[in-house]
């Protein structure tokens, strides 16, 4: 991914909202672990906005847009396995043409920047519904929390 793309997540501590209990499980979210990992995530930035956000309607509007996030990076990121699993099949294939290739990598790359598109719209929707103070309080409690998680980095916030 991109930089911009990098830091939005991080910013907004998306890895928050896919789990944290090991950054293994970035890597390995496959099958019946996809779900509960995702649910985890949520569950815990719920946890942190209805901590953060003083009005509880404004909460659940960002609550609500949290969970359309998740689904995006969900739809988002089986797409991007559909489209290796293209690659992989066409490399397997002697006569594959060079054409081909750059067709998959294309559409992943638009697709990949739709969903960017996507999120960032929905992050300023999140922004718009909060006061400065929360907005900051929020992303700083992310930020921390991420930190904890972060293995062999040393909890660096560089890249955003």
Same mark, same amino acid.
């Given at each position: 991914?991109?930089?911009?793309?990098?830091?939005?997540?991080?910013?907004?501590?998306?890895?928050?909202?896919?789990?944290?209990?090991s950054?293994?499980?970035?890597?390995?979210?496959?099958?019946g672990?996809?779900?509960?990992?995702?649910?985890?995530?949520?569950?815990?930035?719920?946890?942190?906005?209805?901590?953060?956000?003083?009005?509880?309607?404004?909460?659940?509007?960002?609550? !609500?847009?949290?969970?359309? =996030?998740? @689904? $995006?990076?969900?739809?988002? &990121?089986? %797409?991007?396995?559909?489209?290796?699993?293209? +690659?992989y099949?066409?490399?397997?294939?002697?006569?594959a043409?060079? !054409?081909?290739?750059?067709? =998959?990598? @294309? $559409?992943?790359?638009?697709? &990949?920047? %739709?969903?960017?598109?996507?999120?960032?719209? +929905?992050?300023?929707?999140?922004?718009?519904?909060?006061?400065?103070?929360?907005?900051?309080?929020?992303?700083?409690?992310?930020?921390?929390?991420?930190s904890?998680?972060?293995?062999?980095?040393?909890?660096?916030?560089?890249?955003?």
């Amino acid at each position: 991914m991109n930089r911009m793309v990098n830091g939005l997540l991080v910013a907004l501590g998306l890895v928050v909202l896919v789990g944290c209990s090991s950054h293994h499980h970035h890597y390995g979210m496959a099958g019946g672990k996809s779900d509960a990992y995702w649910q985890k995530g949520q569950h815990d930035m719920e946890g942190l906005i209805n901590r953060t956000v003083e009005d509880p309607n404004k909460a659940k509007e960002v609550n !609500a847009l949290v969970g359309e =996030i998740i @689904n $995006e990076l969900k739809a988002s &990121r089986e %797409q991007e396995r559909n489209y290796h699993r293209q +690659l992989y099949t066409l490399n397997a294939s002697y006569t594959a043409e060079p !054409a081909e290739f750059s067709k =998959i990598l @294309n $559409e992943a790359t638009v697709q &990949r920047t %739709q969903s960017s598109a996507k999120v960032l719209s +929905l992050r300023f929707r999140m922004k718009n519904l909060m006061t400065e103070d929360e907005w900051k309080t929020l992303t700083d409690k992310m930020l921390s929390y991420n930190s904890r998680y972060q293995h062999g980095s040393g909890g660096s916030k560089s890249g955003y």
